[in-house]
């Protein structure tokens, strides 16, 4: 345990924001699973239907910096192209 005022306030503010950032990611990662586990299903409705839930929920983790910007585009693109495909 730090006994500097300033090193015992980072490691709070680390602490919040570590907090934040996992639950994040876990919302993220739940919405990818469901698009996914849709289309391991064969069922392109629902994946259509989900598919907007997990970019919505990717976008956030980027916008709140948890993961990048091109990281987050990068995983939208993988999703649609696979909802595509399930439908096509």
């Known amino acids: 345990m730090p006994n500097i005022k300033s090193s015992i306030k980072s490691m709070k503010i680390d602490a919040k924001r570590h907090a934040r950032n996992v639950a994040e990611k876990i919302r993220m990662k739940r919405a990818q699973k469901l698009v996914l586990a849709a289309i391991a299903a064969g069922d392109a409705a629902k994946a259509k ?17 948890t993961i990048h910007k091109n990281a987050a585009a990068r995983k939208k693109s993988k999703l649609a192209l696979k909802v595509n495909a399930v439908s096509a």
Not at 49 to 65: F, M, S, T, V, Y
């Open 49 to 65: 239907e989900l598919l907007p839930a997990a970019h919505k929920a990717i976008d956030q983790a980027a916008a709140n910096n």
